[in-house]
């Protein structure tokens, strides 16, 4: 069904897992066909819970 509504696509990459079970991953925005922004993330247990911290790592296209 056709609408005018923007097309977005999230996507979630797992990169890598260390030993200790800290997962390296990459979120994903795709625009439509305008372009796409990502933000490179470790996943790290805190106090019992699983933190994302940003590594500093931005993609854009």
Known sequence: MATKANA???TVKVESRDAR???TFVAMATFGNLGAKGMQFRLVREQ???TPRHTGK???S
């Open 8 to 10: 977005i696509l999230y």
């Open 21 to 23: 079970g800290v997962l």
């Open 48 to 50: 019992g819970r699983w």
């Open 58 to 60: 931005t993609i854009y």
